[in-house]
């Protein structure tokens, strides 16, 4: 089992910044690939970005590439979200999931937090 707990969200104007946290117990961290994905109102859950366990191999949404970085500090079992360039299309709820690889397919990760809002001001 993993727990997962997120945090950084809040209200932010359009063009600023963000940073996530999702902090992981449970399983072992480091041998786990993590994931960010984002829920808006009535829309389904969407892909924003992974990382590997090693953190050496990373993807992106294409709707966020140059804009999100996602990195992970494996001594404190914590994976980041660095969101720069806010839009107020980003707006959503945003989750973090762990998995056995870092994958784009929600379907392949089986733990996941309770989500943090991040919602951009035009």
């Known amino acids: 089992q993993v727990q997962l707990v997120e945090s950084g969200g809040g209200l932010v104007q359009a063009g600023g910044s963000l940073r996530l946290s999702c902090a992981a117990s449970?399983?072992?961290?480091?041998?786990?690939?993590m994931g960010w994905f984002s829920q808006a109102p009535g829309k389904e859950r969407v892909f924003i970005a992974a990382?590997?366990?090693?953190?050496?191999?990373?993807a992106y949404a294409d709707h966020v590439k140059d804009r999100f970085t996602i990195s992970r500090d494996n001594a404190k079992n914590t994976v980041y979200l660095q969101m720069n360039s806010l839009k107020p299309e980003d707006t959503a709820v945003y989750y973090c999931?762990?998995?056995?690889?870092?994958?784009?397919?929600?379907?392949?990760?089986?733990?996941w937090g309770q989500g943090t809002q991040v919602t951009v001001s035009s």
């Open positions: 990382i590997s366990w090693s953190g050496g191999s990373t």
């Open positions: 449970g399983r072992t961290f480091s041998s786990t690939a």
């Open positions: 999931a762990a998995g056995a690889r870092a994958s784009t397919k929600r379907l392949e990760y089986p733990y």
